[in-house]
């Protein structure tokens, strides 16, 4: 059993950045591929970033945020840059389904088994 915890979330400008983090437990951390969702007010909740082997990206974040995972610290961080207001959503962060190290980076909402309780994003036009 895995558990997430969130942080970084805040309120911000059109423009601005933000860093989210995500603390995980767990000693097989490195083995599964790990994520970002999000889930802006009366929307399904939605991929928004993977890492495995490789790095994916929706396509709406593709060029501005970017997911970082340090293994030796159980840790996997979303930077957001250039944020717009369509970005305010609760970010929660994810573990895949799978167990493999090999896996590469998930790309839908469907890869993710598990997920923390979330950060709150908000960006002000």
């Known amino acids: 059993q895995v558990q997430l915890v969130e942080s970084g979330g805040g309120l911000v400008q059109t423009g601005g950045s933000l860093r989210l983090s995500c603390a995980a437990s767990?000693?097989?951390?490195?083995?599964?591929?790990m994520g970002w969702l999000r889930q802006a007010p009366g929307k399904e909740r939605e991929f928004v970033a993977g890492i495995g082997v490789t790095t994916s990206y929706a396509d709406s974040v593709k060029g501005r945020f970017t997911i970082f995972r340090d293994n030796a610290k159980n840790t996997v961080s979303l930077q957001m840059n250039s944020l717009k207001p369509e970005d305010t959503a609760v970010y929660y962060c994810a573990r895949a389904r799978e167990f493999s190290p090999w896996m590469p980076a998930p790309r839908t909402v469907a890869d993710f088994g598990s997920w923390g309780q979330g950060t709150q994003v908000t960006v002000s036009s």
């Open positions: 767990g000693r097989t951390f490195g083995s599964y591929a």
